[in-house]
């Protein structure tokens, strides 16, 4: 196992895509032996991290989010920069399987050998992302990549969780399709970095630029979650390849910006500090769930709290007082 961890770092820090591979699956398995080795591994590379921007993409199925990530993919390894997407595809809440289609829609990037694309089952997880797509991001910086991209599912709770890892939070909607009573929502602007009207071609280019319009009212509104940062409103076409450049430069400019501000350092912190407290949650919950004892009496605890035998906060008292014993 030692010469395992010893050839996965070398091979992660030598950019090597099938290592890189091998060592996310390793770092995505439930088993104990694989769960030490991991945390070996990302131990050993994290001071290798943290130079990549982080870019989270989101937006409702049907947007164009698969498409405008290559574009902005190819773009990029054509000027010489090197991009990893991860992709979170949907879990079958029954198999457990996963659509894992990624590569196949973006068979152009996915071919370029500057481009490193890894579709993950969200596991059903909160939102859709991923358990363990923090930890890839890591090993993914590990490995020298300049980009990081992590595209939602685009259903719900995901936003929030994805925007809690990352630098620049891009949203995307898609003029024309009731996204617009979406967007209005404040919760959902509050999030976004930017937003962006894609799609924006042929006879969609008028609704685009109402949209557009709207959105940055709507923004108006709002006090900025940064003093530092206006999100702006920017129309694209993936299809077109139109408005990538400018998608890309307002995502330099933003890491400039927050870069001088400290904002970027502190919001890393930040969200390094979180994502400590959810593995702790986390690490509870599965406590909870392997104690023979609670596993015994859950079964009649669930009765008696269904039957209205027993106040659920009596039942919750008594089976997490079985951690402590």
């Given at each position: ?226 003093p530092n940062w206006s999100p702006p409103v920017v ?66 605890l669930a009765r008696e709290v269904e039957n209205g ?17």
């Amino acid at each position: 196992m030692i010469s395992d961890i010893e050839t996965s770092i070398a091979g992660v820090l030598a950019g090597n895509h099938r290592i890189l591979a091998k060592t996310i699956t390793l770092i995505e398995s439930s088993l104990p032996g694989h769960q030490a080795a991991s945390q070996t591994i990302l131990e050993r590379l994290l001071p290798h991290t943290g130079k990549a921007v982080r870019l989270g993409i989101t937006g409702v199925p049907g947007v164009g989010k698969s498409c405008l990530i290559e574009a902005l993919g190819l773009m990029l390894v054509e000027q010489g920069l090197k991009v990893a997407i991860l992709a979170v595809d949907p879990s079958s809440t029954r198999s457990g399987g996963s659509i894992l289609a990624d590569k196949t829609r973006m068979g152009n990037l996915s071919s370029d050998s500057r481009a490193f694309i890894r579709p993950s089952p969200s596991g059903g997880t909160l939102g859709g992302v991923a358990r363990k797509t923090r930890e890839t991001m890591l090993v993914c910086e590990a490995a020298g990549f300049d980009l990081i991209v992590v595209e939602t599912v685009g259903i719900g709770q995901s936003e929030i969780t994805v925007a809690s890892m990352v630098d620049f939070f891009l949203v995307l909607i898609l003029a024309g399709a009731g996204d617009e009573l979406q967007g209005i929502k404040k919760g959902f602007l509050e999030l976004a970095d930017a937003l962006a009207i894609n799609k924006a071609d042929g006879d969609n280019l008028v609704r685009a630029g109402i949209a557009q319009r709207d959105y940055q009212t709507a923004l108006h509104l709002l006090r900025p979650a940064s003093p530092n940062w206006s999100p702006p409103v920017v129309m694209c076409s993936a299809k077109e390849r139109t408005g990538i450049d400018a998608i890309w430069s307002i995502v330099l400019k933003h890491r400039d910006v927050m870069s001088a501000s400290g904002e970027r350092e502190a919001n890393r912190r930040r969200q390094a500090l979180a994502w400590m407290w959810s593995l702790v949650e986390e690490g509870l919950r599965d406590r909870f769930d392997r104690h023979p004892e609670i596993q015994k009496q859950l079964p009649r605890l669930a009765r008696e709290v269904e039957n209205g035998r027993l106040p659920p906060t009596a039942a919750a008292g008594q089976l997490l007082a079985f951690l402590d014993r």
